[in-house]
C-alpha cells in the first residue's frame, strides 16, 4: 500500500504562483512513476506533468515552460512548481503513484487562479 497526501493548494491571482507538495507512505520502493493530474469542473481529469524514478520528466503542452516537477526521494515527496498561473489552471490538483500492479492516489488540492 501506498498513501498520498496533497497540501500547497491555494486562491492567488493570474501570473502568481504555487507550489504543491505530495507525501508518500508506505511501500515507497514499489513506486515507479509519480505524477500531477488535475480535474477542472465538468471536464475530465488531466495529466499535468510526470515524473520518473529515475527522474525524467514530461509535461502537457498547456504547462510546458511554466510548471515543473521534482522530487526529494530523502522525503519521499514530489513537488509541482507552478508559476505564470492562469485562470484555465483553476482546478483540483491530484497526485498519483504508479507501482506495479496499480495506480494511487492521493485526495486532491484546490488551485484557484483569479484574473
Known amino acids: 500500500q501506498v498513501q498520498l497526501v496533497e497540501s500547497g493548494g491555494g486562491l492567488v491571482q493570474a501570473g502568481g504562483s504555487l507550489r504543491l507538495s505530495c507525501a508518500a507512505s508506505?511501500?515507497?520502493?514499489?513506486?515507479?512513476?509519480m505524477d500531477w493530474y488535475r480535474q477542472a469542473p465538468g471536464k475530465q481529469r488531466q495529466l499535468v506533468a510526470t515524473?520518473?524514478?529515475?527522474?525524467?520528466?514530461n509535461y502537457a503542452d498547456s504547462v510546458k515552460g511554466r510548471f515543473t516537477i521534482s522530487r526529494d526521494n530523502a522525503q519521499n515527496t514530489v513537488y509541482l512548481q507552478m508559476n505564470s498561473l492562469k485562470p484555465e489552471d483553476t482546478a483540483v490538483y491530484y497526485c498519483?503513484?504508479?507501482?506495479?500492479?496499480?495506480?494511487?492516489w492521493g485526495q486532491g488540492t484546490q488551485v484557484t487562479v483569479s484574473s
Open positions: 498519483r503513484a504508479t507501482t506495479v500492479g496499480r495506480d494511487y
Open positions: 508506505g511501500i515507497i520502493f514499489s513506486i515507479n512513476l
Open positions: 515524473i520518473t524514478r529515475g527522474g525524467i520528466t
